[in-house]
């Protein structure tokens, strides 16, 4: 099936903690009676405002939105961390972001060898495992390398910075370097979204011929940095929204006058990817048996691109965008859909995060996953058995700024400076700090950050890449580019 059949056919169908609390009753195992395959989409940098079935009015994504409408929609979900190396890091390790390996963005730091991903543990109980996006977790030769962390197949980009272009002339598949010819020469024929989308879909359709499940991971990049996408998808925003240029200076990007539009667009295609896979696992007979997650790594980008949070208000109701312990930039959209196990039109509370994956994706796969702070959320999905909760959830620590969920409780400590206590059971939007009000909840959470977080681990790999490799030919000085 081609790109514009499966289009035709998409439309159609328009408490992380250092072991197991003392405070959370023990859960009663959820017998699980198939081996799903597992689908995991993650936006970059998208907000928990930015899609229509969490409040989004001027972005239209009803592909998601769908699949909100036929699964489960959690509105208490939180990411790693609010940058995207830690938060993928947290994902795939199952160990909140006190412990986990990769802490920095800097893109020089690598998963070590004895550190086990949930990618490797789907492998070993027997799932075919692909990844199709940003890795993050280590570049090439070092030990981080998705195909040495449970990976069969990987395309995309290792080093985040080279993620940052959506015409990139190259791209990795394994250890070899994917010429995108369409690119050659500061053309701009090959959209890398799409090009990465492709081979997800062939991944799919290759694995469904397999007497085997599979776990498909998508990192997508959208929609994070260069503001670019094909005119068809920025067409249909164009003139109903206010000019505005919105330039980049990490990437060198001069900005469109019609950034508005780009972003919009943009998001939009992501969602039509959504929509064709979803025809796709219908067109393969695979849908009921088939786990999709949709969510994003952390918060929506701030600082030079704070025109776009005010207008789309692509944080929603939160405070703080990307880089924040504030609501904003950790709390994140989370959609479930698995038919005929996950009720439809489901809304959860569950306070739960991305180190919950390893414990659930083992759960759901029959497997043992090594000891981490995750709960699986199996019970939550299919609403069967008991769910344990987290006592706590846990950001940052050491010299960093500090973030805690307690329950209703949110703390938040920038530097050494004092805690900020917000009851987010009445302030969601974190506007009212009732610390002075709550000394014993305070001085549970000061037990809390000196217990959660451990020093990190020396990081090998990376350090002597130097960024011009990545994105040397990939700068764009073109005033109105798309």
Known sequence: MNR?????????GAMAITGRSALSAPAKKTPVTDRPNIIFIMADDLGYGHLGCYGQKKILTPHVDRLAGEGMRFTDFYAGYTVCAPSRSVLMTGMHHGHTPVRSNSGSSSLLPDETTLAQVLQKSGYSTGGFGKWGLGIENTPGHPNRKGFDEFYGFYHQVHAHFYYPYWIWHNNKKMLLLGNSGGKRGQYVEDVLHDKAVEFIKASAKKDKPFFCYIPSIVPHVELAVPEESAKPYRGK???????????????????????????????QHVGEIMALLKELRIDDNTLVIFTGDNGPQGGPWDPLDEFFNGS????GTKGSL??????????ARWPGKIKPKTVSDHIGGFHDMMATF????????????GISIVATLLGKGDQAPHEYLFWGGGRRSTGIRMGKWKAVRSGTK???????SKDIGESRDVASENAGVVKRIEKIAAEAYTKPRKQTGGSRVRISDYVQGDRIKTKNAR
């Open 4 to 12: 514009r059949e499966l289009l035709r056919l998409a439309g159609a």
């Open 241 to 271: 929204f206010p000019k505005k240029t919105i330039d980049d200076p990490r990437t060198g990007y001069l900005g469109s006058d019609d950034a508005y539009a780009i972003y919009a667009g943009m998001i939009s295609r992501l969602d």
């Open 316 to 319: 929603g109701p939160l405070r």
């Open 326 to 335: 504030y609501e904003g930039g950790i709390r994140v959209p989370f959609i």
């Open 362 to 373: 083992a759960d759901l796969a029959g497997a043992k996953a090594p000891k981490n702070d």
């Open 418 to 424: 004092p805690w900020k206590l917000f009851d987010l």
